[in-house]
Nanobody, 123 residues
């Protein structure tokens, strides 16, 4: 069983940066990790994902070039560095994990989910 706890959300002005963290309770060395987000009235959207080692990454089109996902297996933590934030990035951001060696981009492929952290970008 893996438990995920996100942190680092908050209110930021457009153009600013935030770094989200997702700490896992168990060892996630062999787990693929991902970030998704959901804005009010919208479906959950894929943001970024990495494979078990952190070497392979994949990004949603809307965040490519602005967000960076990284994984620290020694700390059982995955990060999402968000730069050049836009008001349309406002959402609840969720961390997810799945026992997989490859990058996963579909939400149904993930077994474990965090409770989410709110990110609000003001214009």
């Amino acid at each position: 069983q893996v438990q995920l706890v996100e942190s680092g959300g908050g209110l930021v002005q457009a153009g600013g940066s935030l770094r989200l963290s997702c700490a896992a309770s168990g060892r996630t060395f062999s787990y693929a990790m991902g970030w998704f987000r959901q804005a009010p009235g919208k479906e959950r959207e894929f943001v970024a994902a990495t494979n078990w080692s952190g070497r392979d990454t994949y990004y949603g089109e809307s965040v490519k070039g602005r967000f960076t996902i990284s994984k620290d297996n020694a700390k059982n933590t995955v990060y999402l560095q968000m730069n050049s934030l836009k008001p349309e990035d406002t959402a609840v951001y969720y961390c997810a994990a799945a026992k997989s060696t490859v990058v996963l981009v579909a939400s149904y492929e993930y077994e474990y989910w965090g409770q989410g952290t709110q990110v609000t970008v003001s214009s």
